[in-house]
């Protein structure tokens, strides 16, 4: 942290690899902004770096209440089937936003504050659910027009 680097190697010529073994663990607060790497001979090497959460998480929509649109946060810690529906006061569905399968890792929506056929939804409180095999959580949204 603050500007420091972090040297992961291996002497012999076998992969690092995390897969969901973590490598290295950080303190709080402290973040990988790049990752560099490179082979035995020095060569540059592309990596990719997927941060994955330890625990499912819905976020609260923010800005909330909102208009014209708002943003749901969804951390994922699995591979899983996810869904978002907005639905209104009385349980109705208003508009499913979101029904597919997602990889782990910290997902952002948005809500637009439309419905199903895209016109404008009404004033007033809404709530999302969001779902997946193992999990399911609702929030509360305020759309102000």
Same mark, same amino acid.
């Given at each position: 942290?603050?500007?420091?680097?972090?040297?992961?190697?291996?002497? %012999? +010529? &076998? #992969?690092?690899?995390?897969? *969901?073994?973590?490598?290295?663990?950080?303190?709080?607060?402290?973040?990988?902004?790049? /990752?560099?790497?490179?082979?035995?001979?020095?060569?540059?090497?592309?990596?990719?770096?997927? =941060? #994955?959460?330890?625990? @499912?998480?819905?976020?609260?929509?923010?800005?909330?209440? @909102?208009?014209?649109?708002?943003?749901? +946060? #969804? &951390?994922? #810690?699995?591979?899983?089937?996810?869904?978002?529906?907005?639905? &209104?006061?009385?349980?109705?569905?208003?508009?499913? =936003?979101?029904? +597919?399968?997602? %990889?782990?890792?910290?997902?952002?929506?948005?809500?637009?504050? &439309?419905?199903?056929?895209?016109? +404008?939804?009404?004033?007033?409180?809404? @709530?999302? %659910? /969001? %779902?997946?095999?193992?999990?399911? *959580?609702?929030?509360?949204?305020? =759309? =102000?027009?």
């Amino acid at each position: 942290h603050n500007g420091e680097r972090v040297l992961l190697y291996t002497m %012999s +010529q &076998d #992969v690092l690899t995390g897969e *969901r073994i973590p490598i290295i663990e950080l303190p709080e607060g402290v973040t990988i902004k790049t /990752v560099k790497a490179g082979n035995a001979y020095g060569e540059k090497q592309i990596v990719s770096v997927a =941060l #994955v959460p330890e625990v @499912f998480t819905v976020h609260q929509n923010y800005p909330n209440p @909102f208009n014209p649109r708002t943003t749901i +946060q #969804v &951390d994922l #810690v699995e591979p899983t089937q996810l869904n978002i529906i907005v639905h &209104d006061i009385m349980g109705r569905v208003v508009k499913t =936003l979101i029904n +597919q399968e997602y %990889s782990p890792g910290y997902h952002t929506f948005m809500w637009h504050g &439309d419905n199903s056929i895209g016109m +404008q939804a009404s004033s007033g409180v809404y @709530f999302i %659910s /969001v %779902s997946t095999h193992k999990h399911a *959580r609702m929030i509360k949204a305020i =759309l =102000l027009r």
